[in-house]
């Protein structure tokens, strides 16, 4: 009579497998974390910033005095989406040329930026219409927005 089979060892090495998956997926958005806009302190970019910054404080997203701000940092926001690819404006395709971990980070950064405005928080209605988010990517994002914890 022949053993009788023990799925346990499977299991163990499925659960390692995606462990370590999950691992190189955490590491690499470190690594982002890391690099995250270095562009912004390049001579294209920091004099713009630090000229248009001090407008957008307090100023609601979307609004038109938010509009007329990004549109004096044109040149050095251009330059900035050339050079990082968790911008949609990286992409030919905007969004459908990203990746998950372009999304995540761009997800990242929207909420970083909110904190500029607190009353707006993320203004994914907004992003949603200007990137031309698909509904099912939306509502993703929507729900990871809903699940992030309060305090970071």
């Given at each position: 009579m022949?053993?009788?089979?023990?799925?346990?060892?499977?299991?163990l090495?499925?659960?390692?497998?995606?462990?370590?998956?999950?691992e190189?997926?955490?590491?690499?958005?470190m690594?982002?974390?890391r690099?995250?806009?270095?562009?912004?302190?390049s001579?294209?970019?920091?004099p713009?910033?630090?000229?248009v910054y001090?407008?957008?404080?307090?100023?609601?997203?979307?609004?038109?005095?938010?509009?007329?701000?990004v549109?004096?940092?044109?040149?050095?926001?251009?330059h900035?989406?050339q050079?990082?690819?968790?911008?949609?404006?990286?992409?030919?395709e905007?969004?459908?040329?990203?990746?998950?971990?372009?999304?995540?980070?761009?997800?990242?950064?929207?909420?970083?930026?909110?904190?500029?405005?607190?009353?707006?928080?993320?203004?994914?209605?907004?992003?949603v219409?200007?990137?031309?988010?698909?509904?099912?990517?939306?509502r993703?994002?929507e729900?990871?927005?809903?699940?992030?914890?309060?305090?970071?």
């Open positions: 022949s053993a009788q089979y023990d799925s346990r060892a499977d299991h090495a499925h659960i390692h497998a995606v462990r370590d998956r999950l190189i997926f955490a590491a690499e958005l690594r982002r974390g690099v995250h806009d270095a562009s912004k302190f001579a294209e970019e920091k713009v910033y630090d000229a001090p407008m957008l404080r307090g100023v609601a997203y979307g609004s038109a005095e938010w509009k007329a701000a549109e004096r940092a044109r040149p050095a926001l251009d900035h989406y050079r990082n690819r968790h911008h949609p404006e990286y992409h030919a905007g969004i459908a040329g990203m990746d998950l971990f372009d999304v995540v980070e761009m997800l990242c950064d929207w909420m970083a930026a909110a904190e500029r405005n607190p009353a707006d928080g993320v203004r994914l209605d907004l992003n219409t200007h990137y031309g988010i698909d509904k099912q990517l939306a993703i994002l729900n990871t927005l809903a699940r992030w914890p309060v305090a970071l």
